[in-house]
């Protein structure tokens, strides 16, 4: 399981918790490039550990958050 966060680090709280294999449409990254913020097919939007997902780009392309 993935937790989907309100922030992009362990210390903001989980939103939801994902299932392998769920599908989470990318909008940004942090500036390290360590977590990614997306949406859920729910509209759930929040942040997830780049480290544990796949995506078939490198999420180096996306924009970096602004917040």
Same mark, same amino acid.
């Given at each position: 399981? !993935?937790?989907?966060?309100? *922030?992009?680090?362990?210390?903001?709280? &989980?939103?939801?918790?994902?299932?392998?294999?769920?599908? &989470?449409? !990318?909008?940004?990254?942090?500036?390290? *490039?360590?977590?990614?913020?997306?949406? !859920?097919?729910? *509209?759930?939007?929040?942040?997830?550990?780049?480290?544990?997902?796949?995506?078939?780009?490198?999420?180096?392309?996306?924009?970096?958050?602004? *917040?």
């Amino acid at each position: 399981h !993935l937790n989907m966060r309100s *922030g992009p680090a362990t210390t903001y709280s &989980v939103l939801t918790v994902l299932d392998r294999g769920a599908e &989470v449409t !990318l909008s940004y990254r942090n500036q390290a *490039g360590n977590w990614v913020y997306g949406t !859920l097919s729910n *509209g759930t939007r929040g942040w997830v550990h780049a480290g544990y997902i796949r995506t078939p780009q490198a999420v180096t392309v996306l924009p970096v958050w602004n *917040g």
